[in-house]
T-cell receptor, first 112, second 112 residues
Framework: NAGVTQTPKFQVLKTGQSMTLQCAQD?????MYWYRQDPGMGLRLIYY???????DKGEVPNGYNVSRLNKREFSLRLESAAPSQTSVYFC???????????FGPGTRLTVL | DQQVKQNSPSLSVQEGRISILNCDYT??????FLWYKKYPAEGPTFLIS?????DKNEDGRFTVFLNKSAKHLSLHIVPSQPGDSAVYFC???????????FGTGTRLKVLA
């Protein structure tokens, strides 16, 4: 079992470029999440998907869109990247809401 | 306004002694609390959780204490080991929301 995988591991974008961060889990979990972590701050929830077919905004959703492609995959899209979106992005999955979240290794994104 | 606060950015402890990491919260609607450990360049990993109906939960060397009246939780690690050196995040959840709120983390260094 790979657990939660994220691609790419690193990415550098120019302001205004778009990109999609990919996340997949092989634990048959219902719920998936996208977080960002900035220096000196904790993880902040961007979007979550409680179950296949549903997505909802988290704490900091502006500038992002998500797609729950199927039960395994949950992608995060930046339509027009801004320097403020420079961060480390983590995807996570869990069986249900109050169940253990399993995190991927992260994507380090720099927007110039 | 930070709803979950970890006021100590760092903590150093001698191997074999007790490590105590603290977390304060402001939102009385939180009813589920978790601790995660994070090594550099990896995603967070779940350590231990506690529901608001309890005031203590133990798992091996790790114990979490919850004081609802003070809106305070703490993680005790006994005995501390060099492999425990990592950043520790507390997180809080209001059931039914899926919106985990994380603290800013405490970097624990266990000295051999």
């Amino acid at each position: 079992n790979a657990g939660v995988t994220q691609t790419p591991k690193f990415q550098v974008l120019k302001t205004g470029q778009s990109m999609t961060l990919q996340c997949a889990q092989d634990m048959n979990h219902n719920s998936m999440y996208w977080y960002r972590q900035d220096p000196g701050m904790g993880l902040r929830l961007i979007y979550y998907s409680a179950s296949e077919g549903t997505t909802d905004k988290g704490e900091v959703p502006n500038g992002y869109n998500v797609s729950r492609l199927n039960k395994r995959e949950f992608s995060l899209r930046l339509e027009s990247a801004a320097p403020s979106q420079t961060s480390v992005y983590f995807c996570a999955s869990s069986q249900g809401e109050a169940d253990t979240q399993y995190f991927g290794p992260g994507t380090r994104l720099t927007v110039l | 306004d930070q709803q979950v606060k970890q006021n100590s950015p760092s903590l150093s402890v001698q191997e074999g002694r007790i490590s105590i990491l603290n977390c304060d919260y402001t939102n009385s609607m939180f009813d589920y609390f978790l601790w995660y450990k994070k090594y550099p360049a990896e995603g967070p990993t779940f350590l231990i959780s506690i529901s608001s109906i309890k005031d203590k939960n133990e798992d091996g060397r790790f114990t979490v204490f919850l004081n609802k009246s003070a809106k305070h939780l703490s993680l005790h690690i006994v005995p501390s080991q060099p492999g425990d050196s990592a950043v520790y995040f507390c997180a809080a959840l209001t059931s039914g929301t899926y919106k985990y709120i994380f603290g800013t983390g405490t970097r624990l260094k266990v000295l051999a």
